[in-house]
Every structure is written in C-alpha cells, then in structure tokens.
T-cell receptor
Framework: QQQVKQSPQSLIVQKGGISIINCAYE??????FPWYQQFPGKGPALLIA?????SEKKEGRFTISFNKSAKQFSLHIMDSQPGDSATYFC????????????FGRGTQLTVWP | DTAVSQTPKYLVTQMGNDKSIKCEQN?????MYWYKQDSKKFLKIMFS???????INETVPNRFSPKSPDKAHLNLHINSLELGDSAVYFC???????????FGQGTRLTVV
C-alpha cells in the first residue's frame, strides 16, 4: 500500500514559471514531511521539510504548503530555473515508523528556457 | 570529505554471484539505512541500524544481509544475485531515528 501518493509523475515548466508538486498521505501519525531533490547519478538531497504544526514553510524559492485536515502537502518552486530540473520526492515519517521514510513515487521536473 | 560514501558506485555481476556494497559515514550519526530505488525511481527502505542494532528489517529476501561492524559503517551483502535485484541501492544516515537523513551517491547494481 502506497503510504504517500505524489502527483504529477512528470512536469514541464517554462523558465520563470511556478512548479507545483502535490502529495497526500493517510497515516495521521506522520509528523515530518520532507522534500528531496535528486539529480541523475546522485543520491536524494533534503530540500525542505515541514512539521504539521505549521501550514507553510518557505526557504528561498521553495515553499511547502501543508493542509493537515486534508492530509495533503505540496511543494511550490517559484521562478523555476533550468538548474531545478531534477526528480523531486515527497516523503513522510513519524509515529512508530522508527525513522523509516515513506517516499512518494517522484516527479520528474523539466524547466526549459 | 564526503559525508556518506558508498563503494562501488557501479557493480555489474552475473546471476548467482555474491556481492557486497560498503557504506561509511563520517558525520558521527547513530542511525544508518539501506534504501532500494527501482527502475521507476521508487525508493523503499530495506534496513536500518541504530547504534549497530538492527531496527528495521523490511520484507526483503534472506539473500540480503546487512552488517554493521561499527556505528560508522553499514555494509550490504547479497547472496545468489537475481536479475530482479538490479536497482540502485542507497545508504543513508541520520543523527537519530527522527532526524534528517543524508543519502550517499548510490550503487547501481546490474545483474546479467
């Protein structure tokens, strides 16, 4: 059973545009929601993370919006750049997961000039 | 000064062989993990160790055996390799079980 559902699978955005990736979860025990960025041939790298006691977190051009009642969270990339082209994974952890991260299936983002 | 390093980066081997992947972290973390990324890029945890003690053992064939000689190392040994084992294997570490996880560069295993 997929613990975290992510959409879209792929996303093409023009340079300067806004990229939006959505995730949904079921387990209300989750209390930590990170986003990872992965470039080809590299490992996932933490981009930004949020806990459910806040509804939004912003770091530079990257913002997480969190809706606890809907059990959804999303990543917004403002002013998208070609260098942002990568695969993005949402994830969730908490409760009795013993540190285990449950990943979404990833979104392949392409930002074209 | 790589934080989480894995060796080898690429591994091509024949079916039936036994192989090992090594992982070392120099962050002083207590917890280490192995994740598998399949051909569709889906990441799923396989094992985790905390202070050399096995904490998570997902539904993974017995052919996969992790070994943690000390807190800085978590190696993955795979017996009788099968075609379906082909994937990218990532090692990761975190200070504790509920803190940020840092991933290595991955080991691309190809079984032919």
């Amino acid at each position: 059973q997929q613990q975290v559902k992510q959409s879209p699978q792929s996303l093409i955005v023009q340079k300067g545009g806004i990229s939006i990736i959505n995730c949904a979860y079921e387990n209300t025990a989750f209390d930590y929601f990170p986003w990872y960025q992965q470039f080809p041939g590299k490992g996932p790298a933490l981009l930004i993370a949020i806990r459910p006691d806040v509804s939004e977190k912003k770091e530079g051009r990257f913002t997480i919006s969190f809706n606890k009642s809907a059990k959804q969270f999303s990543l917004h990339i403002m002013d998208s750049q070609p260098g942002d082209s990568a695969t993005y994974f949402c994830a969730a952890r908490g409760g009795s997961t013993l540190g285990r991260l449950y990943f979404g299936r990833g979104t392949q983002l392409t930002v074209w000039p | 000064d790589t934080a989480v390093s894995q060796t080898p980066k690429y591994l091509v081997t024949q079916m039936g062989n036994d192989k090992s992947i090594k992982c070392e972290q120099n962050l002083g973390h207590d917890t280490m993990y192995w994740y598998k990324q399949d051909s569709k890029k889906f990441l799923k945890i396989m094992f985790s160790y905390n202070n050399k003690e096995l904490i998570i053992n997902e539904t993974v064939p017995n052919r996969f055996s992790p070994k943690s000689p000390d807190k800085a190392h978590l190696n993955l040994h795979i017996n009788s390799l099968e075609l379906g084992d082909s994937a990218v294997y990532f090692c990761a570490s975190s200070q504790a079980m509920n803190t940020e996880a840092f991933f290595g560069q991955g080991t691309r295993l190809t079984v032919v």
